[in-house]
């Protein structure tokens, strides 16, 4: 539920109960306390009052009405609420039952400019009366201490001239020294009595209905005297004591010393009857009666709240230095009302007062460092990997806003020592930086560097497997001839440029001078053995292909031989005969008459012509048949180195 809220219920009084016996229940819709049980155990806080105080920022001033059952405190403490209600803020009763059961708080607070300059808020707080007849001691010692204990002034209502009854009852606070104790470590035990002063608030006594004069015998004369000067001569004047003195005149003798002295300021006035007339008495709590009320004793209640403006001071809590505000407050009475639930007869103050300003702390400490988490996890969701001096530079920034919401949380501690303790604390959380080295080795900043090393190594390892994938893998398969290795060498060194434009974080150095460089020298050395193996492989291609080449030419040369020679013999056999037919022809020649001889001659020649014309054929087709052998020739040799080419370029 939000606080505005839980600070104001749907029917939420004027009034609030601070804390209250448990055998009530608070009905916040109605603003009343409904009784739930007979048996009175503790007292329990209401966490809606503690919200209203949460609220308050800056100094307080709680002022606290107490006294005796049935004697008016509800009123007057109404008439301490500025601007004054008409009616009364807290319940009042003409009855004899009382009708205010624990410490109420008035849920207006106000602004208020004391003597010394300082602001504070003004908490009007109306209590239990004392010595109620269904009311236990312990019951009216732990409401007293509380009293003593919250408020920076103490109204002290009492009804009549002042009896042994009044001193008895003041009583609670000389037996205050065997309730609040310091601390339960080391010397805890110690009574506290002796700096009761630093930490009690100052005190107002009011008596009422009083229409006498108080005098007072001095120097044999009586004299009128104001009601402080009275109470001091008279009421709280200290007897002789001698070693025949009474226990009584002793007892009460520490008690009037006790009251002396625990104290700050000690101050007393007095007011007449309201009115005569018991029906106008029954309801002077409405605004609209004031005006049958008494016109002295209006004017002593004008009195009254001037004087106890004059009282007023900003609560501190003991043993501390400086004002506490609304927040510390509240968590006070939280843990004053926890500690006297746990043990009514004893109430460490020391102990209490700690834990409260710790918790204080340690909340505040908390929203500083959720401060600096939140804006650098932030960033680091969104800006990492990147330079470091990046991250330094956004630390410092939510550095700067984290200590600020640590000093404003903390602006009303004034313990030096617990706030240092605290500060280095949170340094530490945020960035603990060695002394040596000035590196930050802990703390959430120590967390985002380390988390940007492993961003920035992981992306810029990323980044060389994508440049090496786009850049130079296909380069490197196939590879050997001069311009794929200038293609490479361009490619590395673009991918070079590229990592560099790209890489991001205080690891792309280190992946640049190892991964990088790595697959360089790896590709380099895979492209040099391509090389020499490719060149082996051309040297045994170029030697394959002159056996080949000579194997064909040889085969070739067979062939042209073969059809050389057969075409030598036939030549040869044409030649011979040719031989043979002129051989013939001259023989015949000689033996046949010349008749015969010249037909026979025409015969032999015309023969003899015709091998002639054989002869130059077969020539010519021998000459044919050399020319296409040729060509062949040509067209193996181009086909063959083709093919060396080709498994050149498999290779």
């Not at 919250?150 to 309730?179: F, H, P, W």
């Not at 108080?214 to 007897?239: D, N, W």
């Not at 037909?599 to 020319?627: C, D, P, Y």
């Amino acid at each position: 539920m939000p606080r505005a809220e839980m600070s104001k219920p749907s029917k939420m009084a004027q009034s609030i109960p601070l804390c209250y016996p448990d055998n009530f229940k608070w009905d916040r819709d109605n603003g009343v306390l409904v009784k739930g049980g007979s048996t009175r155990g503790k007292l329990v806080v209401c966490e809606d009052a503690l919200e209203i105080l949460r609220s308050i920022d800056g100094p307080i001033c709680p002022i606290a009405v107490t006294g005796p059952a049935r004697t008016g405190k509800s009123y007057i403490a109404s008439q301490l609420i500025e601007p004054r209600p008409i009616d009364c803020v807290f319940t009042t009763s003409n009855k004899m039952k009382a009708s205010t059961m624990g410490i109420w708080m008035c849920t207006e607070v106000f602004k208020k400019t004391l003597e010394n300059g300082t602001e504070v808020t003004v908490i009007v707080l109306d209590t239990e009366g004392l010595g109620a007849y269904d009311a236990y001691k312990k019951d009216d010692m732990q409401l007293f201490a509380l009293m003593c204990l919250l408020s920076s002034l103490l109204v002290y209502n009492c009804r009549g001239v002042m009896s042994a009854e009044d001193i008895k009852q003041l009583s609670l606070v000389g037996t205050l020294d065997k309730v609040l104790r310091g601390s339960r470590e080391g010397g805890g035990s110690k009574s506290l009595a002796t700096d009761f002063v630093n930490f009690f608030p100052n005190f107002m006594w009011l008596i009422r209905d009083v229409t006498l004069e108080f005098t007072i015998t001095r120097k044999g004369k009586e004299e009128v005297v104001g009601a402080r000067e009275y109470i001091l001569q008279e009421v709280l004047k200290i007897e002789k004591e001698d070693y025949r003195s009474d226990e009584k005149i002793k007892e009460s003798n520490r008690l009037r010393r006790v009251l002396l002295t625990s104290f700050p300021v000690f101050d007393a006035m007095k007011l007449t009857m309201p009115s005569s007339d018991p029906k106008v008495m029954s309801v002077m709590n409405k605004g609209v009666n004031r005006n049958r009320l008494s016109q002295i004793f209006l004017d002593g209640i004008d009195d009254f709240v001037f004087g106890c403006g004059s009282l007023m001071k900003p609560k501190k809590a003991w043993p501390y230095v400086g004002n506490i505000h609304g927040k510390q407050f509240a968590e006070l009475v939280k843990q004053y009302v926890s500690e006297l639930a746990i043990n009514s007869d004893e109430l460490f103050i020391h102990s209490a007062v700690n834990k409260v300003m710790e918790a204080l702390l340690n909340e505040a400490e908390e929203l500083a460092f959720m401060e600096y988490r939140s804006a650098m996890d932030s960033f680091a969701k969104s800006a990492l990997p990147c330079p470091n001096h990046e991250v330094l530079n956004k630390h410092r920034g939510c550095h700067f806003k984290a200590m600020k919401v640590f000093r404003d949380n903390t602006k009303y501690i004034n313990d030096a020592e617990l706030l240092h303790r605290h500060t280095q604390h949170l340094e530490e959380r945020i960035a603990n930086f060695s002394k040596d080295s000035n590196t930050c080795i802990s703390g959430h900043l120590h967390v985002i560097l380390e988390s940007n090393d492993k961003k920035s190594d992981a992306f810029c390892k990323q980044l060389v497997k994508e440049l090496i994938e786009e850049n130079v893998r296909p380069l490197i398969s196939p590879f050997g001839s001069p311009k794929q290795s200038a293609d490479l060498n361009t490619a590395i060194q673009t991918m070079e440029k590229l990592y560099k434009e790209k890489a991001r974080g205080p690891q792309m150095l280190h992946v640049y001078k190892t991964l990088l460089a790595e697959e360089i020298i790896k590709f380099t050395k895979a492209a040099s053995k391509s090389r020499s193996s490719n060149e082996g492989k051309n040297k045994e291609l170029d030697k394959s292909t002159k056996i080949d080449m000579l194997t064909v030419e040889k085969e070739e040369l067979k062939k042209k031989e073969e059809f050389k020679r057969q075409i030598l013999e036939m030549k040869h056999k044409v030649e011979e005969n040719i031989r043979k037919a002129m051989q013939d022809d001259v023989a015949r020649q000689q033996s046949q008459s010349s008749a015969d001889n010249k037909e026979r001659h025409a015969t032999v020649s015309s023969q003899i012509k015709m091998l002639f014309t054989t002869h130059a054929g077969l020539a010519k087709e021998l000459q044919n048949i050399n020319a296409a052998l040729e060509k062949e020739h040509r067209t193996s040799i181009e086909l063959l180195n083709k093919k060396t080419q080709m498994m050149k370029l498999s290779h």
